[in-house]
């Protein structure tokens, strides 16, 4: 619940710089490794909007690839969870260099 309700006061916020008075479309981006559940999140963000400017507004998840730095193969390789081995090597030593993203990418607003 948490999430949509951050992703609500984000929208309220930006509402009072942009001069916007109604959301219809949000487009959030999200990492495996962010640890969202999208149905929950979807179902969380219907029940949060209720009654505020983003009502009835659609959410668009635009899931975004997990990626890991390998120090044994020196590259990098794609992950889909944060502990994930080496799909090259099947190291455990991988630095996690992109997937926790958690961002509003885009806004439809009137
Ligand atoms: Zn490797």
């Known amino acids: 619940m948490s ?5 609500v006061q984000t929208l309220e ?5 942009q001069g916007y008075s109604r959301v ?3 487009w959030l981006e ?3 490794l962010a640890a969202v559940e999208q149905e929950s999140l979807r179902f969380c963000f219907d029940a949060v909007t209720r009654g505020t400017l983003a009502e009835q507004a659609q959410l668009e998840i635009i899931e975004l690839p997990g990626e890991a730095w390998c120090l044994a193969c020196a590259a990098t390789v794609p992950i889909t969870q ?10 455990y030593q991988l630095q ?9 990418k885009e806004l439809e607003v009137e």
């Not at 999430?3 to 992703?7: C, D, L, N, R, S």
Request: with cysteine; charged share 30%.
């Open 3 to 7: 999430i949509a309700e951050g992703i």
């Open 13 to 17: 916020e930006q509402a009072l710089v």
């Open 24 to 26: 219809k479309r949000v």
């Open 30 to 32: 999200i990492g495996p």
């Open 82 to 91: 944060r502990y994930d081995s080496c799909s090259r090597c099947g190291s």
């Open 96 to 104: 996690v260099t992109r997937g926790d993203e958690l961002r509003i």
